[in-house]
């Protein structure tokens, strides 16, 4: 029977992958949005509407963000697991993490809809 260790950053490749598989399709929105904004022929209300209208990048846009928020999760919760010794607290900070990035996301997919 295998034990898992329910304490400490041991979550291994799939964490590890899951976190640069996001980098990675954050650098290449990052591209991609700076090539479409540059590409504006002004910056205006307008202009960044008109970018957002297309259902594909904003959908893209969605990704990017969820891509950022499950990141930032990933490293926290090991910076977390790894420094906060006291079950309570790291429970605590893990639940205020959580709930934060998910409201973010919430966020996000409200301003992004409403474009």
Do not use: N
Not at 25 to 34: L, N, S, V
Request: proline share 3%.
């Amino acid at each position: 029977m295998v034990k898992r260790q329910p304490v400490g950053a041991h979550y291994g490749l799939k964490d590890w992958i899951a976190q640069r598989a996001t980098a990675v399709f954050m650098a290449i929105y990052t591209i991609i949005f700076a090539v479409c904004a540059l590409a504006l022929p002004e910056f205006s209300y307008e202009a960044w509407s008109g970018l957002f209208s297309a259902g594909l990048f904003r959908f893209l846009s969605f990704l990017f963000f969820l891509s950022l928020f499950y990141h930032a999760w990933i490293g926290v919760r090991d910076i977390w697991m790894d420094y906060v010794k006291p079950s309570g607290v790291r429970l605590a900070l893990h639940l205020v993490t959580l709930f934060l990035l998910v409201g973010y996301a919430g966020w996000a997919a409200q301003i992004l809809w409403r474009l």
